[in-house]
């Protein structure tokens, strides 16, 4: 069973910068691609960024374009998400997700990012 666990979340002030973790269990993960989502109060969770497996690829989503970064290190099974010049409308329940083939999918537990103004 492939486990993910998110490490880094917290409470901040506007424009501080947060860095988030996420853990595999498994050395599979060299495979895998890994994505963060977030999820804000009252609304549906939402794609933030995507890496694929050796790292060549990577996508944002609009609204964090040039504040956040995902790499990974395949020899530590980690995926990270750089969060820079933090805003209020970030706050969220930021999720890792590894997609590992097929219809193949495990999501983390989460982790709470707050940002007040």
């Known amino acids: 069973q492939v486990q993910l666990a998110e490490f880094g979340g917290g409470s901040v002030q506007a424009g501080a910068s947060v860095r988030l973790s996420c853990e595999c269990s498994?050395?599979?993960?060299?495979?895998?691609?890994m994505a963060w989502f977030r999820q804000r109060s009252g609304k549906e969770r939402e794609f933030v960024a995507a890496?694929?497996?050796?790292?060549?690829?990577?996508y944002y989503a609009d609204s964090v374009k040039g504040r956040f970064t995902i790499f990974r290190d395949n020899e530590k099974n980690i995926v990270y998400l750089q969060m820079n010049n933090l805003q209020p409308e970030d706050s969220a329940v930021y999720y890792c997700?590894?997609?590992?083939?097929?219809?193949?999918?495990?999501w983390g537990q989460g982790t709470q990012v707050t940002v007040s103004s």
């Open positions: 890496i694929n497996w050796n790292g060549e690829s990577i």
């Open positions: 498994r050395d599979s993960f060299v495979s895998y691609a």
């Open positions: 997700k590894a997609e590992a083939g097929g219809a193949t999918t495990y």
